[in-house]
């Protein structure tokens, strides 16, 4: 049960934005932006960096659902958010996802952390000034969305097969802009 009475019981963020319609949509709007698009980082990647955060973060809800659709963009290894999480320096990934996870790690632990070696590396690696912004702003905002999830106490479901389907219906259907969290 959340902290307040959100008078609903959807879980997670959906659960804030039925709530708030208000804050929902803008919110919505900069996850779209942030992650659904192929512009450098392909979906998957971007989708990657948001579980990768939540996971640091111990955020349940959002590096389940956000793995669920990295997951489903990534159909050649299907536990590559498990090894990503658990050791993405040794997680079968490129050099540059690498030099970018290492770069949203430090961003997780505050913006200061994050210093010129880690972006050298990172465009050493093949990343282009977009994708580390891009990087850098999904970590942060990320670090947003968890701390509203978590900090209001919301539910959030143990069933893997939940967040498959919401995955998928992300994905192939509604994005984050055109989801009614209802």
Not at 89 to 113: C, E, T, W, Y
Request: proline fraction near 4%; charged fraction near 25%; glycine fraction near 6%.
């Amino acid at each position: 049960m959340s902290h307040i009475n959100l008078e609903n019981d959807l879980p997670g963020i959906r659960g804030l934005m039925a709530f708030r319609p208000d804050t929902a949509h803008p919110l919505n709007i900069l996850a779209e932006t942030l992650l659904r698009s192929d512009e450098g980082l392909t979906k998957g990647e971007r989708e990657l960096i948001a579980a990768f955060v939540s996971a640091l973060n111990d955020c349940f809800f959002c590096q389940n659902i956000h793995g669920a659709v990295a997951q489903y963009y990534a159909t050649d290894d299907e536990k590559l958010v498990q090894k990503v999480k658990a050791d993405y320096q040794n997680a079968p990934i490129s050099d540059k996802m690498k030099s970018l996870l290492s770069i949203a790690k430090n961003v997780q632990q505050g913006g200061k952390f994050v210093n010129k070696d880690q972006i050298q590396k990172a465009k050493e690696e093949g990343a282009s000034d977009i994708e580390i912004h891009d990087t850098v702003l999904i970590a942060a905002a990320f670090c947003m969305f968890n701390r509203y999830v978590d900090g209001l106490g919301t539910f959030a479901p143990d069933a893997p097969e939940m967040y498959k389907e919401r995955a998928k219906n992300i994905a192939e259907k509604t994005g984050y802009a055109n989801s009614n969290p209802n």
